[in-house]
Nanobody
């Protein structure tokens, strides 16, 4: 029911910025939304998550203070603002939709892949030094 399409990737020099967008064709209200990335030779890692019910964000330690995840419910779009980019940020970035938050007793959204079930096709980010 939900499909995700990422955009905004590209090539930038170290210290530059990019903003990734993820447009959902279905309803993602109340669901965990996240950004993940996978670099060559490395496992996919969680970058950021957004808990729509609680308006709460979490980040990987490697991107704290540099990346910001946000969501526009009207446009059904999730964003990832990336600042102070470095070569270590080079990866394919994926948007994901996960579990529905229906109870205050549920665990908050996290950057774990186990919380997500719908994935976009990815957008490439390349940072040169």
């Amino acid at each position: 029911q939900v499909q995700l399409v990422e955009s905004g990737g590209g090539s930038v020099q170290a210290g530059g910025s990019l903003r990734l967008s993820c447009v959902a064709s279905g309803d993602t209200y109340g669901r965990c939304m996240g950004w993940f990335r996978q670099a060559p030779g490395k496992e996919r890692e969680g970058v950021a998550s957004f808990d729509s019910r609680r308006s709460r964000q979490t980040y990987a330690e490697s991107v704290k203070g540099r990346f910001t995840i946000s969501k526009d419910n009207v446009k059904k779009t999730v964003y990832l603002q990336m600042n102070s980019l470095g070569p270590e940020d080079t990866a394919m970035y994926y948007c994901a939709a996960g579990k529905l938050i229906y109870s205050v007793y549920q665990s908050p959204c996290s950057t774990s892949q186990n919380d997500y079930s719908v994935w976009g096709q990815g957008t490439q980010v390349t940072v040169s030094s």
